[in-house]
Every structure is written in structure tokens, then in C-alpha cells.
């Protein structure tokens, strides 16, 4: 007797499923495939992220009244600190760095201690464009996700109504009639569906699941800049004067 739960029913039925049906299952799969590779990628990356954000916050709230010294201490650690807001604190103190001029070579002007608004305020797009690619990248590849589940499910149905749609041409081939004379093939046929199902249901958990992560990050992300910024403009940006 066949059963679902029969390794050599699977078999059979996709060995004697038709080249669409084929065409269908392989596809559905390969969907699989990719959708659970991006999960377990993003997932890891995810958990990197979090784990290095969760050390750097605890190195800032120690060290915030001292962007300069903060700032050497986390340039040893930058590479294996995987996250994005060392992403933005990196790159705000460079440009800040480059404002006050403390990069210059032997013989120039001593450098300033203060930047202009203007400064400050390129400082702060430079600073906004970094968070925003860092989470560009993050979002990387989820379109994936959400074509599965979006199509996983009619890829499914289409390959049913085209496994009924051949159990009644066999019907009507053989001249036979009744219930039983296509009741395996429309079973058969309704595998497909549940198949779409399998490939769609853990995508879409997944890609609930990761975008939650992205969303939390991202809110981090935001207080972190803000506080940053708030310190830059109280510590080094200076009044402009009529």
C-alpha cells in the first residue's frame, strides 16, 4: 500500500509525473533550497551583528565623554566588530578626524579644535549614508523570500490543476468513470500543493523573523547615531557668529 510516509511513493510519483509536473516540483525546490540558504546565512550575520553591537554599546556607554580615546580603542578591534553602528562611529571620527585637520603633514597649521555647522552637517549625511547601506546590505537577497512565499504556493496549485487535468484526460482515454478511476490520480495531484505550502511556510517564518531582527537593529542603529551626533555638536562643532 502506498502512504505518503513511503520514501519509495515520493519516488514513483515524481518518476511518473509529467515533464511540467517535473518542471513544477524541481522548481518549487529550488526555491527551497535558496530560500533556506539565504535564512541560515542571514540568520548567522544576524547574530554576529547583535552579539558585536552588544559590545560596542557597553564600550561607548564607558567611554562616551571620550570620542578620541573610544575611537583608538576601536580601531583594533573594527574587523572583527560586525556591526553597524561601528559602521557609523568609524566613519563619523574619520570625517571628523579629516574637519579638524589631524591628518596633516609636517609644517602645516596646528590643528583646530572646532568644525563649522556646514562641517558638522556634512558630517551627519556621511555619517545617515552609512547606516542606510549598512541595512541595504542587510536586506540583501530577502526579495528572494518574499518571491517564495508569494509564489511557492500558486506554483503549487498549478501543478494540481494540471495533475487533475491529466487524471481526467486518463479517464477519459481509458473510458472508465467513477470516483475511484481518478481518486489516485487527484490525490496524487494534491501533492503539489502541499509541497508549495512546505516551501512558502518556512520562508515566510524566516523572513518575518529576520526583517523583526533587521527592524530592532535598525532602531538601534538610530538612538546610537543620534547620541553620537549630540555629543559631536556639544564637544567639537563651534557657534558661528554674526
Request: charged share 20%; with cysteine.
Amino acid at each position: 500500500m502506498r502512504t505518503p510516509m513511503d520514501t519509495h511513493f515520493w519516488l514513483r510519483h515524481f518518476a511518473t509525473a509529467s515533464i511540467t509536473a517535473k518542471a513544477i516540483y524541481l522548481l518549487l525546490l529550488i526555491l527551497s533550497v535558496v530560500s533556506w540558504a539565504i535564512m541560515i546565512r542571514k540568520g548567522l550575520l544576524l547574530h554576529r551583528n547583535a552579539r558585536a553591537t552588544r559590545s560596542f554599546l557597553d564600550l561607548y556607554r564607558k567611554n562616551r565623554r571620550d570620542i578620541p580615546g573610544l575611537y583608538r580603542q576601536i580601531g583594533g578591534a573594527k574587523a572583527r566588530l560586525e556591526s553597524p553602528l561601528v559602521a557609523v562611529f568609524t566613519r563619523g571620527c574619520e570625517e571628523l578626524q579629516s574637519f579638524l585637520g589631524r591628518e596633516q603633514g609636517p609644517g602645516a597649521a596646528p590643528a583646530r579644535t572646532r568644525i563649522g555647522p556646514h562641517q558638522f552637517a556634512t558630517l551627519t549625511r556621511t555619517a545617515t549614508a552609512v547606516e542606510d547601506k549598512y541595512f541595504l546590505d542587510l536586506e540583501h537577497l530577502l526579495i528572494i523570500l518574499a518571491t517564495t512565499i508569494s509564489a511557492a504556493p500558486f506554483l503549487g496549485l498549478l501543478g494540481t490543476v494540471w495533475g487533475i487535468l491529466e487524471a481526467f484526460q486518463s479517464m477519459g482515454s481509458q473510458g472508465a468513470t467513477g470516483v475511484t478511476a481518478v481518486g489516485s490520480g487527484i490525490s496524487e495531484a494534491l501533492i503539489a500543493t502541499a509541497f508549495g505550502l512546505v516551501v512558502a511556510i518556512p520562508a515566510l517564518l524566516g523572513y518575518n523573523f529576520i526583517g523583526a531582527r533587521i527592524r530592532e537593529l535598525a532602531g538601534e542603529a538610530d538612538t546610537f547615531l543620534a547620541d553620537f551626533l549630540a555629543l559631536v555638536e556639544r564637544d567639537y562643532v563651534r557657534e558661528d557668529r554674526p
